[in-house]
């Protein structure tokens, strides 16, 4: 994986989450904002306030790629503010548009999980669409394996396994203060 940071001009970089559902990038991103006295925004949530309706329905009831275009959008003008902390939907990095312009504004940080861990925590979720399907713990694995090469250009790593909330907020802080330097 690469770890070159574009040099940082006066304004501080955002910092971006992405991983895969489930992973904890909302919790995360709260905690870093607090530390950092950064703005948060967690797309998702944001995506749900806009539509007034939860990511489950937009999909049912308007598919999959109306909900990747509101994404898109949204996630493209967040991404151009300043000194925020930026919770990916688990998709959005797949898009090129994303992933490009998290490089340009941002540091980025691939939160990653093992397998049995998400599969663990995401087993009886009922609010991800993409898992609403007869075998969940397969379909996360599909998902997992499909989108780890593009997770994985993302500027930094975590693996989250072994580390409290707490660890894992130090080492994002560790690195992005590098990154900075």
């Known amino acids: 994986m690469k770890n070159q940071i574009q040099k940082v001009n006066k304004i501080q970089k955002n910092l971006t989450l992405t991983g895969m559902m489930g992973v904890g990038k909302t919790s995360i991103g709260k905690k870093l904002a607090k530390k950092l006295k950064y703005d948060f925004a967690d797309i998702d949530e944001i995506i749900e306030k806009k539509e007034g309706q939860s990511i489950n329905l937009i999909f049912k009831n308007k598919g999959e790629n109306y909900f990747r275009k509101i994404e898109k959008e949204i996630t493209l003008i967040e991404l151009k503010k300043n000194k925020c902390i930026i919770s990916l939907g688990g998709g959005a990095f797949l898009n090129k548009a994303i992933r490009e312009t998290t490089k340009k504004f941002s540091v ?74």
């Open 108 to 181: 980025s940080f691939w939160l990653d999980l093992p397998i049995k861990k998400l599969i663990n925590r995401l087993k009886k979720s009922k609010k991800r669409p993409l898992l609403n399907k007869e075998d969940k713990n397969e379909n996360i694995k599909k998902i997992y394996f499909a989108r780890k090469k593009i997770y994985n250009q993302a500027n930094f790593r975590i693996k989250c396994e072994r580390l409290t909330a707490k660890e894992v907020v130090e080492k994002i802080l560790s690195f992005y203060e590098i990154s900075r330097n």
